[in-house]
């Protein structure tokens, strides 16, 4: 595939790892014959097989990142203990903490879904609402299934797409992630269908390892719009050390797609996820999210901007608190003319966090007219907090217009004085300033979404005033 | 002295502007484009100056009897036209003492006032337009007011006295004193040479000023000509009422 | 020692990336032993000579080549040699990482020239032709210095100590054709300001690095105007923990093949109460081929504070040529006197100008 050549092209050592540092990573328990496990208990056809036997050995060779949060931490001795296929995930009730069932309390979340969340059970009981919305995507053409089914029934479609834009080669995650996949969801909108309503992945949590290293692919066709929101909207129990999923995003000629995220991983979870979206002609690709949850988090949603006149948009809040290093951020690559991007995010670091924002955008020679701006806003909500803004531009088009603007603000003491004065408490007019902070992305969501992000702010914030 | 024939003009990726125009200034006139926003007089103005934002599709520019439509826009300033622009931008780092002589010279290259004289030349044009000397030590328009920038621009003219001047909406935003300057300046330069074609949609200014001919432009199109009668007439009556 | 990067917070610790090395040809103890404060020198050279020549990718520069020899640049000055210097202590005492350690101890160790001055008034140095030199200023009232280098390669490090109350004014002018290497190092006491103007134009390849490091109400305003026709990566790093000011405010004109990289590392930590930081770098591309690079980093670990970064790119606009050009001036005129009005748009001496005409013709 000639895109994929081009991308490795793209991708230098900055934002992969480079390819030359060769060095044996021994974990005991992952060799092939686990791998090899995996498949065959699965049934995959072949070259299924051959991609993480590949990976497997990709990621032996694989160092660290050499930027961002130490990961020594990480335990490779469960993350391949949860891999294997037939491990036990469920548990009984009892066994979940108290801190995961008082947030479901909190957050209103019903008996039957806090099962599931906690990884108690298995099963979502929402078949009803399934198969109606089914029998509108199957008049429509819609393919909207999860990945071990989409291998079954659509072989040549999955084999094009599944690690072209994130190749295993693409760092030491993506190469373990190629090796032990498994899970996850595959979209499909043919051409000129504009999907009628937020398709959400929420439906798709029926599978034991979700939330480890699932895979999603999503292929908008020519002209056609869907809008796709990642929930992991509760705080997933941590029974996963570590989080490396892969979601590989094709925006066609002329199609548009809007992804949000919702990230409240369980606060000991590494979270190292890589997205990626190639966007055609004309096309356009938004990456939105509000991220709460995990331990330490390396997650750069990227764009690769490869047609004339595609157009990124990237929007992102976070909360950093107690306990947590969060370095996150965004690439986009302007490979065409008249390409355009907007990339805005904000920021919050409170109770100690350490928040990281990292922005890579280039514009490559020939992308003429390529229009870029970068905006970045970080609140700090104490003295004890961090926050860190990396920002890579790379101009090597003349012929193109670039701005980057950042500021590291305050909530200010008036402010909260106002509104206490009104009769709020100092949590309520904190909560109140930093929903007001988020709206950019508050906005995008339905409601239900919205409500629950009002409900993780006032989390954080009582959990850090006390 | 310039002559713009059938011209057809649009915007480069764009729909037409100016939809064929005719428009002539004689030696030692002064002409006044009128119409309403939005009805192609700065287009005109960009146009005659050649600014590549503009495509033209047909007719052509003759100054002096010589086609211009495909001169480079210093050649065009060179052979003696000279733009006072509406929103001239700010220049940073390039001081109008410096900046002011080097104009003089493209315009006049036989010029050669020497610089003491031309100090003081400078000086008092920028006196007569309101701007203290402490304005030629500053950037082209850097930090200026919407005033103080076309001040700056008149200021130039009056240096520079070109064949043909081109005023953009000179009178937007200054008051009436500094209107009466400006026109005793047009009237003065008029009396040593430079024919004028006069941008505005406000007939203000030419209350003092020996106008030979009025258009006016509306969508485009030159919808009326006629003398200085016809401008006091639309400022009387308004555009809808005396173009009907 | 200042050390570029501290990425530690409470128990977190993030990963500092180091660059490549390389073996190259080096300067050795028989060069230290024909050079004056040999002894000191080779202090020095115990941490020297077990690190390699740094590879920049972004410069694309694998280390340097030196001449056979440390060369002697011309010097006129009126302050003294740094060979007359009591205080060559201050190298250790004032002693930085810089764009690379190396390049710091090779000016360090194997200096043939530079300045020692310490007072107050006007000083005057210009440097022309090669040079590895190593320079000492403690100023400690109020100080005018204007430096020019000519030449075409050149490693150097400058240490400005800017004692209680005092007051540096610091005009810098340097063309270079071949390769410069600088590390420059401002130490400022409580209340004590500088202001800096920094010309900066090459053919050929620059790595420099400032650092700045001030106590409490400490100031320092940069302008660094850089043009190159080759490539120039300049760095401005500066660490507080008390209220202190620093403003960069750059313009870089990125000419031919030229590539600009403008970066900015300012890290604030806890106690930097009611500080103020800036950084801003804007860059005009003169030709198709030229690009930019910027990396405005900032590192915040206190809250109650003004910082802010920004960084923008764009040809020359379309409305200044179109201006120029109506007042007759062709399109090159017309670019070449917007660039070179973009570099000078603050005061400089007469020099300057014939620096930057070098490289915009």
Same mark, same amino acid.
């Given at each position: 595939?000639?895109?994929?050549?081009?991308?490795?092209?793209?991708?230098?050592?900055?934002?992969?790892?480079?390819?030359?540092?060769?060095?044996?990573?021994?974990?005991?328990?992952?060799?092939?014959?686990?791998?090899?496990?995996?498949?065959?208990?699965?049934?995959?056809?072949?070259?299924?097989?051959?991609?993480?036997?590949?990976?497997?050995?990709?990621?032996?060779?694989?160092?660290?990142?050499?930027?961002?949060?130490?990961?020594?931490?990480?335990?490779?001795?469960?993350?391949?203990?949860?891999?294997?296929?037939?491990?036990?995930?469920?548990?009984?009730?009892?066994?979940?903490?108290?801190?995961?069932?008082?947030?479901?309390?909190?957050?209103?979340?019903?008996?039957?879904?806090?099962?599931?969340?906690?990884?108690?059970?298995?099963?979502?009981?929402?078949?009803?609402?399934?198969?109606?919305?089914?029998?509108?995507?199957?008049?429509?053409?819609?393919?909207?299934?999860?990945?071990?089914?989409?291998?079954?029934?659509?072989?040549?479609?999955?084999?094009?797409?599944?690690?072209?834009?994130?190749?295993?080669?693409?760092?030491?995650?993506?190469?373990?992630?190629?090796?032990?996949?498994?899970?996850?969801?595959?979209?499909?909108?043919?051409?000129?269908?504009?999907?009628?309503?937020?398709?959400?992945?929420?439906?798709?949590?029926?599978?034991?390892?979700?939330?480890?290293?699932?895979?999603?692919?999503?292929?908008?066709?020519?002209?056609?719009?869907?809008?796709?929101?990642?929930?992991?909207?509760?705080?997933?129990?941590?029974?996963?050390?570590?989080?490396?999923?892969?979601?590989?995003?094709?925006?066609?000629?002329?199609?548009?797609?809007?992804?949000?995220?919702?990230?409240?991983?369980?606060?000991?979870?590494?979270?190292?996820?890589?997205?990626?979206?190639?966007?055609?002609?004309?096309?356009?690709?938004?990456?939105?999210?509000?991220?709460?949850?995990?331990?330490?988090?390396?997650?750069?949603?990227?764009?690769?901007?490869?047609?004339?006149?595609?157009?990124?948009?990237?929007?992102?809040?976070?909360?950093?608190?107690?306990?947590?290093?969060?370095?996150?951020?965004?690439?986009?690559?302007?490979?065409?003319?008249?390409?355009?991007?907007?990339?805005?995010?904000?920021?919050?670091?409170?109770?100690?966090?350490?928040?990281?924002?990292?922005?890579?955008?280039?514009?490559?020679?020939?992308?003429?007219?390529?229009?870029?701006?970068?905006?970045?806003?970080?609140?700090?909500?104490?003295?004890?907090?961090?926050?860190?803004?990396?920002?890579?531009?790379?101009?090597?088009?003349?012929?193109?217009?670039?701005?980057?603007?950042?500021?590291?603000?305050?909530?200010?003491?008036?402010?909260?004085?106002?509104?206490?004065?009104?009769?709020?408490?100092?949590?309520?007019?904190?909560?109140?300033?930093?929903?007001?902070?988020?709206?950019?992305?508050?906005?995008?969501?339905?409601?239900?979404?919205?409500?629950?992000?009002?409900?993780?702010?006032?989390?954080?914030?009582?959990?850090?005033?006390? | 002295?310039?002559?713009?024939?059938?011209?057809?003009?649009?915007?480069?990726?764009?729909?037409?502007?100016?939809?064929?125009?005719?428009?002539?200034?004689?030696?030692?006139?002064?002409?006044?484009?009128?119409?309403?926003?939005?009805?192609?007089?700065?287009?005109?103005?960009?146009?005659?100056?050649?600014?590549?934002?503009?495509?033209?599709?047909?007719?052509?520019?003759?100054?002096?009897?010589?086609?211009?439509?495909?001169?480079?826009?210093?050649?065009?300033?060179?052979?003696?036209?000279?733009?006072?622009?509406?929103?001239?931008?700010?220049?940073?780092?390039?001081?109008?003492?410096?900046?002011?002589?080097?104009?003089?010279?493209?315009?006049?290259?036989?010029?050669?006032?020497?610089?003491?004289?031309?100090?003081?030349?400078?000086?008092?044009?920028?006196?007569?337009?309101?701007?203290?000397?402490?304005?030629?030590?500053?950037?082209?328009?850097?930090?200026?007011?919407?005033?103080?920038?076309?001040?700056?621009?008149?200021?130039?003219?009056?240096?520079?006295?070109?064949?043909?001047?081109?005023?953009?909406?000179?009178?937007?935003?200054?008051?009436?004193?500094?209107?009466?300057?400006?026109?005793?300046?047009?009237?003065?330069?008029?009396?040593?040479?430079?024919?004028?074609?006069?941008?505005?949609?406000?007939?203000?200014?030419?209350?003092?000023?020996?106008?030979?001919?009025?258009?006016?432009?509306?969508?485009?199109?030159?919808?009326?000509?006629?003398?200085?009668?016809?401008?006091?007439?639309?400022?009387?009556?308004?555009?809808?009422?005396?173009?009907? | 020692?200042?050390?570029?990067?501290?990425?530690?917070?409470?128990?977190?610790?993030?990963?500092?990336?180091?660059?490549?090395?390389?073996?190259?040809?080096?300067?050795?103890?028989?060069?230290?032993?024909?050079?004056?404060?040999?002894?000191?020198?080779?202090?020095?050279?115990?941490?020297?000579?077990?690190?390699?020549?740094?590879?920049?990718?972004?410069?694309?520069?694998?280390? *340097?080549?030196?001449?056979?020899?440390?060369?002697?640049?011309?010097?006129?000055?009126?302050?003294?040699?740094?060979?007359?210097?009591?205080?060559?202590?201050? *190298? %250790?005492?004032?002693?930085?990482?810089?764009?690379?350690?190396?390049?710091?101890?090779?000016?360090?160790?194997?200096?043939?020239?530079?300045?020692?001055?310490?007072?107050?008034?006007?000083?005057?140095?210009?440097?022309?032709?090669?040079?590895?030199?190593?320079?000492?200023?403690?100023?400690?009232?109020?100080?005018?210095?204007?430096?020019?280098?000519?030449?075409?390669?050149?490693?150097?490090?400058?240490?400005?100590?800017?004692?209680?109350?005092?007051? *540096?004014?610091?005009?810098?002018?340097?063309?270079?054709?071949?390769?410069?290497?600088?590390?420059?190092?401002?130490?400022?006491?409580?209340?004590?300001?500088?202001?800096?103007?920094?010309?900066?134009?090459?053919?050929?390849?620059?790595?420099?690095?400032?650092?700045?490091?001030?106590?409490?109400?400490?100031?320092?305003?940069?302008?660094?105007?850089?043009?190159?026709?080759?490539?120039?990566?300049?760095?401005?790093?500066?660490?507080?923990?008390?209220?202190?000011?620093?403003?960069?405010?750059?313009?870089?004109?990125?000419?031919?093949?030229?590539?600009?990289?403008?970066?900015?590392?300012?890290?604030?930590?806890?106690?930097?109460?009611?500080?103020?930081?800036?950084?801003?770098?804007?860059?005009? *591309?003169?030709?198709?081929?030229?690009?930019?690079?910027?990396?405005?980093?900032?590192?915040?670990?206190?809250?109650?504070?003004?910082?802010?970064?920004?960084?923008?790119?764009?040809?020359?606009?379309?409305?200044?040529?179109?201006?120029?050009?109506?007042?007759?001036?062709?399109?090159?005129?017309?670019?070449?006197?917007?660039?070179?009005?973009?570099?000078?748009?603050?005061?400089?001496?007469?020099?300057?100008?014939?620096?930057? %005409?070098?490289?915009?013709?």
């Amino acid at each position: 595939m000639n895109d994929v050549k081009k991308i490795k092209e793209v991708f230098d050592d900055r934002i992969t790892e480079s390819f030359d540092t060769e060095y044996e990573v021994l974990l005991p328990g992952l060799n092939e014959d686990i791998v090899k496990e995996i498949s065959r208990v699965k049934n995959e056809p072949e070259w299924m097989e051959a991609v993480r036997l590949k990976s497997l050995e990709i990621f032996k060779k694989k160092r660290d990142p050499q930027f961002g949060p130490t990961l020594e931490e990480i335990d490779y001795d469960k993350v391949v203990a949860y891999a294997r296929p037939g491990a036990k995930k469920a548990r009984s009730w009892d066994e979940v903490p108290d801190e995961i069932k008082e947030a479901f309390d909190k957050l209103g979340i019903p008996e039957a879904e806090r099962k599931i969340l906690a990884g108690v059970e298995a099963q979502l009981d929402s078949e009803v609402v399934y198969s109606h919305v089914k029998k509108v995507f199957d008049k429509l053409g819609i393919i909207f299934t999860d990945m071990d089914n989409a291998i079954k029934k659509y072989p040549d479609l999955v084999k094009d797409h599944f690690m072209r834009i994130v190749p295993p080669t693409d760092h030491k995650f993506a190469a373990l992630h190629g090796a032990l996949w498994s899970g996850g969801t595959f979209l499909y909108v043919p051409k000129g269908v504009k999907v009628p309503m937020p398709l959400q992945s929420f439906f798709m949590v029926n599978l034991p390892s979700m939330g480890q290293f699932e895979h999603t692919i999503i292929i908008v066709d020519e002209g056609a719009q869907a809008t796709y929101i990642e929930g992991c909207s509760a705080p997933l129990y941590g029974v996963h050390n570590l989080h490396a999923g892969v979601v590989e995003v094709y925006v066609k000629r002329g199609a548009k797609l809007k992804y949000l995220t919702i990230q409240n991983w369980s606060k000991s979870v590494f979270n190292m996820e890589t997205k990626r979206a190639i966007v055609e002609k004309d096309g356009t690709m938004e990456w939105i999210s509000a991220s709460f949850g995990s331990y330490k988090s390396m997650v750069y949603p990227s764009v690769i901007l490869k047609g004339e006149n595609s157009h990124a948009n990237v929007i992102s809040v976070s909360l950093t608190g107690k306990g947590q290093h969060i370095d996150a951020g965004t690439k986009v690559y302007h490979m065409a003319p008249r390409t355009t991007s907007t990339i805005s995010s904000k920021g919050i670091s409170m109770a100690g966090g350490w928040s990281v924002f990292r922005a890579l955008l280039r514009i490559s020679k020939g992308a003429k007219g390529a229009k870029a701006s970068v905006e970045c806003t970080s609140v700090m909500m104490d003295n004890e907090s961090r926050s860190d803004t990396i920002p890579i531009l790379e101009i090597l088009e003349q012929d193109s217009d670039v701005g980057h603007e950042a500021k590291i603000g305050r909530i200010s003491d008036e402010e909260i004085f106002y509104l206490m004065s009104r009769g709020l408490s100092e949590m309520e007019a904190k909560t109140l300033i930093i929903r007001g902070f988020m709206e950019p992305v508050i906005e995008e969501l339905p409601l239900e979404y919205a409500i629950e992000i009002n409900r993780l702010i006032s989390m954080e914030v009582e959990g850090s005033v006390g | 002295m310039l002559k713009v024939k059938d011209l057809v003009v649009r915007l480069k990726d764009g729909g037409e502007i100016l939809k064929g125009i005719n428009i002539d200034v004689d030696s030692g006139e002064i002409v006044v484009i009128m119409g309403p926003n939005g009805s192609g007089k700065s287009t005109l103005v960009n146009v005659i100056m050649g600014n590549e934002k503009y495509e033209v599709v047909d007719g052509d520019i003759l100054f002096e009897g010589e086609s211009i439509k495909d001169l480079p826009t210093h050649e065009r300033a060179k052979k003696g036209i000279y733009v006072s622009f509406q929103n001239p931008p700010e220049i940073e780092g390039v001081r109008l003492s410096s900046f002011i002589p080097m104009v003089l010279q493209r315009f006049h290259p036989e010029d050669n006032t020497s610089i003491p004289k031309l100090r003081k030349m400078m000086k008092e044009s920028f006196e007569m337009v309101g701007l203290d000397e402490s304005f030629l030590s500053r950037h082209i328009n850097v930090g200026f007011s919407g005033g103080e920038k076309k001040r700056a621009e008149i200021a130039q003219l009056y240096i520079v006295k070109p064949k043909l001047a081109i005023l953009d909406e000179i009178d937007s935003g200054l008051d009436v004193d500094a209107l009466k300057v400006i026109s005793k300046i047009i009237n003065d330069l008029k009396e040593s040479g430079t024919s004028f074609l006069l941008i505005t949609h406000n007939p203000r200014l030419i209350h003092h000023i020996d106008v030979s001919k009025v258009y006016v432009l509306v969508d485009g199109r030159v919808v009326k000509e006629g003398d200085k009668q016809l401008a006091f007439e639309i400022e009387d009556k308004g555009y809808e009422a005396v173009v009907k | 020692m200042v050390k570029t990067f501290e990425l530690v917070h409470g128990k977190f610790r993030s990963i500092v990336r180091n660059p490549r090395r390389i073996k190259l040809d080096d300067y050795g103890e028989e060069i230290i032993k024909n050079l004056p404060n040999s002894s000191f020198r080779m202090v020095l050279f115990e941490e020297y000579k077990n690190i390699d020549f740094p590879i920049w990718r972004r410069l694309e520069m694998e280390g *340097l080549s030196l001449p056979s020899r440390p060369p002697i640049v011309k010097l006129e000055t009126n302050a003294k040699s740094i060979y007359e210097c009591s205080k060559l202590d201050i *190298l %250790k005492e004032y002693d930085f990482e810089g764009s690379d350690r190396k390049y710091v101890l090779l000016a360090d160790i194997f200096h043939t020239s530079g300045v020692c001055f310490e007072g107050s008034g006007k000083i005057s140095v210009k440097m022309t032709g090669d040079s590895i030199d190593t320079n000492v200023y403690v100023i400690d009232g109020e100080a005018k210095i204007k430096r020019i280098f000519d030449g075409n390669f050149r490693v150097t490090n400058s240490r400005f100590i800017i004692k209680k109350n005092a007051k *540096l004014y610091l005009e810098d002018l340097l063309f270079v054709s071949g390769v410069e290497v600088e590390n420059i190092f401002f130490y400022i006491e409580e209340n004590a300001s500088v202001e800096y103007n920094d010309l900066g134009v090459s053919k050929g390849k620059v790595a420099k690095a400032v650092f700045v490091i001030g106590e409490k109400d400490s100031k320092i305003v940069i302008n660094p105007r850089v043009a190159s026709s080759s490539a120039a990566d300049v760095l401005y790093f500066s660490r507080s923990n008390v209220r202190n000011m620093m403003y960069v405010d750059g313009h870089g004109v990125s000419i031919g093949d030229g590539k600009i990289i403008f970066r900015g590392i300012m890290d604030i930590k806890k106690g930097a109460v009611g500080g103020d930081y800036s950084e801003k770098f804007h860059t005009l *591309l003169l030709d198709e081929s030229s690009t930019f690079e910027a990396i405005p980093s900032l590192y915040v670990q206190e809250s109650e504070l003004s910082a802010q970064h920004g960084a923008s790119s764009s040809p020359i606009p379309d409305d200044e040529l179109f201006y120029l050009m109506s007042r007759g001036f062709d399109l090159e005129e017309a670019k070449t006197m917007i660039a070179q009005g973009f570099l000078l748009d603050i005061d400089f001496s007469k020099e300057a100008e014939d620096f930057v %005409k070098r490289v915009l013709k």
